[in-house]
Structure formats: structure tokens, C-alpha cells
């Protein structure tokens, strides 16, 4: 009787996020060589990519547990290489600024996080496989590559120390949110808004632009001034509407 019942047992399946996870493991591992074999690898890079990684595994494991449906399809995993370009990319921070045609790779990271945006969402719907997992690893992985273009930027001075507001915007308003339904008051629900999306998307192209070593510091610096206001100004509004 064990012995069939150890027979008919079903193999315990890795949960998705493992799964996610190694992907992005491996995908960053390449990325990474990549990267190293353009400038080397100190332990300052190496160090960033870690945590940064360490931070994207935290988040797929949060949204396994509090999103129940969905599985890792093909949509979802190209969510996750989203993921791993941003990682790649937080080596910079302390890896000092890149030089020759090095220096391209912060934007081509960020430009490659960007790109694939569309095409996830896209794959999701030809193949009806979008999910409440998949939308908000999208929405999270957005998020995560902005913070991080931001932080390169700003550290290897190509956009002002007030542009981080930008970078930092929604998970201050996510910790506003929580604050305030921890003290009993209604937080609502955000509306659909056009100009979000086309904020959202000029943000990113400024961001990209502002990552690459063209055309230059002083014009970087003016078009993240010039992208902050809208953006930061779009949050108020949605504050607005949630209170």
C-alpha cells in the first residue's frame, strides 16, 4: 500500500515565482557578462545587481501570493525579462560613469525594459493569456525600471538630484495609500486616464534619452526638469482622486 501510494504521489511543481525567478536569474546572468565583457565587472556592479535582483525576487514573490490567478506564460515571461534588463541595468550605480561605446549600455538596457513593454502586453492578448499576475508584474516591473534609470541617471550625472522625485513618486503615493487605510479612511479607486498613459510613455523615451551619452549633460538635465513637472503633477491629481 505505500508503495502505491508513493506511486500515484503527483511531483510537487516549482510555485511560479521560483520559477519566474530562475528565469531572471539566468537572463541577468547574461546580461551581466555581457556587460563585462564591454567594461569588466567590479564589486560595486556586481554588489548593485544583486540587490536589485534581490528586490525583483521579493516582488515576485509578494504578487505569486497576493494575485491567485495566472501562470507563467510566454507573456509574462517576457514581463520578467522586462525585469532583468532593469537589474542589469542597476550595476551602473556604483560602477562609476561608463566610457566609448560602453556608455550606450545604460540606455540600451532601459531602451530594451522599454520596448518589450509593448510587446508583453501585446503576446498576452493574441494568446488570451493576460491574468491579474501578469498586469501587475507589468505594473511593478514599470515601476522598478524607472526607479532604477532614475538612480543611474542621477548618480552619473546626467539628470539633476531632483529628479529622483520622479523615480520615487509612486511608491510614495502606494505608502500614502497605506497609510491612510491604516487609519480608517477610504482610499478609491483610480479611474482609466488617457494622458496617464501618455505621460507614462513620455517619461520613459525622456528617460532613455536622458541614459544616453548624447546629446549631452546640459540637454539631458533640462528634459528630465521638463518631463518632472507633468509627471509629478499627475500623481497630485491621482491623490486627488483617491482621497
Not at 55 to 61: C, H, T
Not at 91 to 104: D, I, N, Q, T, Y
Not at 121 to 127: E, K, W
Not at 216 to 221: L, R
Request: charged share 15%.
Amino acid at each position: 500500500m505505500e508503495h502505491g501510494r508513493e506511486h500515484g504521489r503527483q511531483p510537487r511543481r516549482t510555485p511560479r515565482w521560483g520559477r519566474a525567478a530562475a528565469l531572471s536569474t539566468g537572463a541577468t546572468a547574461l546580461l551581466v557578462l555581457g556587460v563585462g565583457a564591454g567594461q569588466g565587472l567590479s564589486r560595486g556592479f556586481l554588489a548593485a545587481v544583486a540587490a536589485a535582483l534581490t528586490v525583483q525576487v521579493a516582488l515576485l514573490v509578494v504578487l505569486d501570493r497576493r494575485e491567485e490567478s495566472g501562470s507563467l506564460t510566454p507573456a509574462t515571461a517576457v514581463t520578467v525579462l522586462r525585469g532583468s534588463a532593469a537589474v542589469a541595468l542597476a550595476g551602473f550605480l556604483f560602477s562609476g560613469r561608463p566610457e566609448g561605446l560602453v556608455a550606450w549600455l545604460p540606455a540600451c538596457l532601459f531602451g530594451a525594459a522599454v520596448a518589450l513593454d509593448a510587446a508583453d502586453g501585446a503576446l498576452a492578448r493574441a494568446t488570451d493569456s493576460t491574468s491579474a499576475f501578469g498586469a501587475a508584474l507589468d505594473v511593478e516591473t514599470d515601476a522598478l525600471a524607472v526607479l532604477v534609470g532614475v538612480l543611474v541617471a542621477v548618480r552619473t550625472g546626467q539628470a539633476p538630484a531632483v529628479f529622483l522625485a520622479v523615480g520615487l513618486a509612486r511608491y510614495a503615493f502606494l505608502a500614502a495609500a497605506t497609510f491612510r487605510r491604516y487609519r480608517g479612511s477610504r482610499v478609491g479607486s483610480l479611474p482609466p486616464r488617457a494622458s496617464r498613459r501618455v505621460l507614462g510613455a513620455a517619461q520613459m523615451v525622456v528617460l532613455a534619452l536622458v541614459l544616453a551619452p548624447m546629446p549631452g549633460a546640459t540637454v539631458s538635465h533640462l528634459l528630465a526638469v521638463a518631463v518632472m513637472g507633468p509627471v509629478l503633477a499627475g500623481f497630485v491629481r491621482d491623490w486627488l482622486l483617491v482621497r
